[in-house]
């Protein structure tokens, strides 16, 4: 039940059958947000069009002088941010008691992506340590914030499926008419664009042919030019992540992007809408992993020269990152690449190129022969509960890297809902490592 005494859970069973279909992440977080739409929307939704609803008596009471202060800040107005840069979002914490009991306005904007239409609901949040929680249907959907600052609020929403990240910022504006005209004025959404890079790519016998692949950039909505993010993405699972996905890493970037960065999401080749074949072979053998490697290489030599001629990129400040086969990729990049001078770090999410049911570990000779090629300081994280590597695999693959002179700071998550193979998606978890991992190498500094 909520604040209100309503149930948040549309009273319909949805049953999803493993066996027929897999559902992807992507998925599955649309289907969660719908669930608390079209909730908000029956309830609150208005006939007329505003960025992101509130109620008409909505009212900021200031925290009375005997409220701590750790638990005053949380209240007022937070706006500017969208979960995972998509979904836009106002915060409003009303009214705090003395316990930490704070009343909460929770509302949305339209979201096409995610077929989810505005609302806003009230809902009973509680304040301690450090931290403002309240939950949806029935408890299973969890929503935090913690402060950054006195004027920066971090949110997190999680399910046992789904998680998403926004950032919201403190304004001084506490009427309903002012917080909309704000809104109306605050570009809150942050925007992609589809573009296409031309790669260089060698054909079976020997030719040289010129080939584009698709591409997701963000950029700062400022003028100038930016560290750059170079997010690698993995497998097709095999098959489970149809190959024709566009994968845009929305949540990921949405971190990089408040940090002052720009992200590039590439597809690639025979992935997306990028052209080629995909030839990234799954037998577990070393030749294969070879055959892969090299192909995945050879698309990132042409996303290198194509960020290198680009007028927002500082090109003093890359980072390479990626997800499993993109993880590894990065690592095998930062020590073997045709460009491995412009890389400044590393962030290895799970990275591995083929699975423990190989039975023959394919992992660490890769990762032995980028840790004989670089001592690039990077940062690798991983979590228990991965369908692909056990704990005791990864840290082999840890090993073998140091050993031959490679140097990572490592992070072993406890389990993350779902599968730790999933890790990247669950920034409430790693986002401190990596805030003190780009400082320490001063990414985005000269």
Not at 287 to 305: C, K, M, Y
Request: charged share 25%.
């Amino acid at each position: 039940m909520d604040a209100m005494g309503r149930n948040p859970i549309p009273k319909k069973s949805y049953k999803i059958d493993s066996r027929k279909e897999v559902i992807t992440e992507m998925k599955m977080k649309k289907i969660n947000f719908i669930f608390l739409a079209l909730f908000l929307a029956s309830l609150y939704c208005p006939a007329h069009a505003e960025p992101v609803p509130l109620p008409e008596d909505l009212n900021v009471v200031q925290p009375i002088s005997d409220i701590p202060k750790e638990i005053a800040s949380f209240s007022g107005v937070w706006v500017g941010g969208s979960w995972d840069g998509v979904l836009p979002h106002i915060l409003v914490v009303e009214r705090i008691e003395s316990n930490g009991n704070a009343s909460v306005i929770y509302a949305i904007g339209d979201c096409p992506e995610w077929n989810i239409r505005s609302g806003w609901i009230r809902v009973l949040g509680k304040i301690e340590k450090g931290q403002l929680e309240f939950s949806f249907q029935d408890g299973r959907t969890r929503v935090w914030y913690k402060l950054e600052g006195e004027s920066k609020l971090i949110g997190f929403y999680e399910t046992a499926r789904v998680a998403s990240f926004v950032i919201l910022e403190k304004t001084r504006t506490l009427t309903r008419e002012e917080i909309l005209r704000l809104c109306q004025e605050k570009k809150m959404r942050i925007e992609a664009e589809n573009i296409q890079i031309p790669i260089k790519t060698r054909g079976l016998f020997g030719g040289v042919k010129t080939l584009k692949l698709e591409a997701t950039l963000y950029r700062p909505s400022r003028e100038g030019n930016f560290p750059m993010v170079v997010f690698n993405h993995g497998s097709t699972g095999p098959g489970r992540i149809p190959a024709t996905l566009t994968l845009k890493n929305e949540a990921q970037a949405n971190y990089f992007i408040h940090r002052g960065y720009s992200v590039i999401s590439p597809m690639r080749k025979g992935r997306g809408s990028s052209e080629g074949t995909y030839n990234e072979p799954y037998a577990c053998d070393s030749a294969s992993v070879s055959i892969g490697l090299n192909s995945a290489a050879e698309d990132l030599d042409g996303v290198f020269g194509f960020i290198s001629d680009q007028p927002y990129v500082d090109n003093e400040n890359i980072l390479l990152t990626g997800v499993s086969r993109g993880g590894i990729l990065s690592v095998y990049y930062a020590g073997n690449g045709k460009h491995r001078s412009k890389v400044k770090g590393v962030i290895n999410f799970v990275g591995g190129w083929m699975g423990e049911r190989c039975g023959t570990d394919l992992n660490s000779p890769v990762f032995a022969k980028a840790g004989k090629a670089t001592k690039l300081p990077m940062l690798w994280l991983y979590s228990e509960g991965d369908s692909f590597y056990s704990p005791t695999a990864i840290k082999d693959y840890l090993k073998a890297f140091t050993k031959a002179g490679g140097n990572a700071e490592f992070k072993l998550y406890g389990s993350v809902p779902g599968d730790g193979h999933r890790l990247a998606s669950f920034i409430s978890a790693w986002k401190e490592a990596a805030d003190q991992y780009l400082d320490s190498i001063s990414f985005g500094k000269h």
